[in-house]
């Protein structure tokens, strides 16, 4: 494949061996239908045959073929220009003023069973959001606004699904006034276990 010829990722997985197509072979009962939506969308971005745009210069006359692209979350060319996309626009959005970085995340007992139901993930993401909000409006009577992302991997490439959340305080401040004891963790770390088994025993 020429197009994106240089794509190491691409490299591996649609080389002469068929890494990807061997892999799916042998485990595709157990490979969820999106992941593998995905991957062939990135198997096809960029590729000609699939469409493109012809751009031609009014001073010189040079003609450049741009090929559409697949805009899918597993393309690494395709995602870096969405994310750095929606960090701008993030940044310009929040207010100038500064914010903490908390992370939340379940037990390893409880992992197996977000894995097999994953339309409990969103939930968590929420539960998550929802328990910093009720400890602003207990703790300073207001609401704060908070940025979320799950991710559904650990640095080691397991099962390991935390939310990130940054959140802004009363004022600039306050924030530093009370810093690292803005919460308190044991309370909140129990609120966080409450609701995992709550809703994994509705």
């Not at 240089?6 to 649609?14: A, K, P, V, Y």
């Not at 697949?70 to 995602?79: D, P, V, Y």
């Not at 993930?121 to 539960?127: A, G, W």
């Amino acid at each position: 494949m020429e197009f994106m010829k240089n794509n190491i990722l691409r490299q591996i997985f649609f080389d002469n061996e068929r890494h990807w197509d061997r892999f799916v072979e042998k485990y595709g009962d157990r490979i969820r239908p999106i992941v593998v939506k995905e991957v062939e969308k990135f198997r096809n971005c960029g590729n000609p045959r699939n469409g493109f745009k012809i751009l031609v210069c009014e001073g010189c006359h040079d003609i450049r073929i741009v090929p559409y692209r697949c805009k899918g979350r597993f393309c690494t060319t395709c995602s870096s220009g969405e994310t750095e996309e929606w960090s701008r626009m993030m940044a310009e959005d929040v207010l100038q003023v500064n914010h903490r970085h908390v992370v939340f995340t379940i037990d390893e007992v409880l992992r197996e069973i977000f894995q097999r139901h994953r339309h409990l993930l969103k939930p968590l993401m929420d539960e998550a959001v929802g328990i910093i909000q009720e400890w602003f409006k207990k703790k300073f009577k207001m609401t704060p606004g908070i940025i979320a992302g799950l991710h559904t991997f650990g640095a080691q490439m397991n099962f390991n699904p935390h939310v990130h959340m940054r959140n802004h305080g009363r004022n600039e401040d306050k924030w530093r006034v009370e810093g690292i004891r803005l919460y308190t963790v044991s309370n909140v770390e129990k609120t966080m276990a409450d609701r995992c088994i709550e809703a994994n025993t509705q």
